[in-house]
């Protein structure tokens, strides 16, 4: 069984600062999302990457999938309030079941 | 065009008791998920309906148990409520190899 492990778990920081969270997982991603999940709300796409070493940018957000595909970093810069929220990273399996395996999650809170 | 939606968004049952819920995918996807997610075990795979198919079942009991119509809406069942399954359920659907999007949930509270 697949584990994905997020740190950290809680992180909470002022306005404007940047900040990195991560992904771990135990066994090679078939490919790796990042989700971003409001309180009261579902989980809402981010980003995919499927390449090894591969970067993504979505604005403020920086996305690197690892180069052997088993870890994953997520750096915000210049934090802002609507960036609260807690992070998860996922792996969706690749064999046409649709499942996702979701990681533990990272907490955070920007605070003004 | 609408989300996902799902109902109710709380339900607060009995221990022994059985719980339906329900999900109506986004128009056109044939693709519905469902999730439990808890503060102890995070957000885990229930099962998978494509076309009123189950095609894929995560490691949950078999209290735990759903269906799909040939509107693609799906309802998932609970019977025999523990308080162990008090959490969110969300549900999300998809076309074939495209972004998942999810429901608000179903906070569902067992007492």
């Known amino acids: 069984t697949q584990l994905l492990e997020q740190s950290p778990q809680f992180l909470s920081i002022q306005e404007g600062e940047n900040l990195t969270v991560y992904c771990n997982s135990s066994?090679?991603?078939?490919?790796l999302q990042w989700y971003r999940q409001e309180p009261g709300e579902g989980p809402v796409l981010l980003v995919t990457?499927?390449?090894?070493?591969e970067v993504k940018k979505l604005k403020r957000l920086t996305f690197q999938f690892g180069d052997a595909r088993k870890d994953s970093s997520l750096h915000i810069t210049a934090a802002q309030p609507g960036d609260t929220g807690l992070y998860l990273c996922?792996?969706?399996?690749?064999?046409?079941?649709?499942?996702?395996?979701f990681g533990t999650g990272t907490r955070l809170t920007i605070i003004p | 065009k609408a989300g996902v939606t799902q109902t109710p968004r709380y339900l607060i049952k009995t221990r022994g008791q059985q719980v339906t819920l329900s999900c109506s995918p986004i128009?056109?996807?044939?693709?519905v998920s469902w999730y439990q997610q808890t503060p102890g075990q995070g957000l885990q795979f229930l099962f998978e309906?494509?076309?009123?198919?189950?095609?894929n079942k995560g490691n949950f009991p078999g209290r735990f148990s759903g269906r799909q119509f040939s509107n693609s809406r799906s309802e998932m069942n609970v019977s025999t409520l523990e308080l162990g399954d008090s959490a969110l359920y969300l549900c999300?659907?998809?076309?074939?190899?495209?972004?998942?999007?999810f429901g608000q949930g179903t906070r569902l509270t067992v007492v």
């Open positions: 999300a659907s998809r076309m074939l190899n495209t972004e998942a999007f």
């Open positions: 128009s056109g996807h044939r693709s």
């Open positions: 996922a792996d969706i399996s690749n064999f046409g079941n649709e499942k996702l395996t």
């Open positions: 066994s090679v991603f078939s490919s």
């Open positions: 990457v499927v390449t090894g070493g």
């Open positions: 309906y494509f076309s009123e198919t189950q095609r």
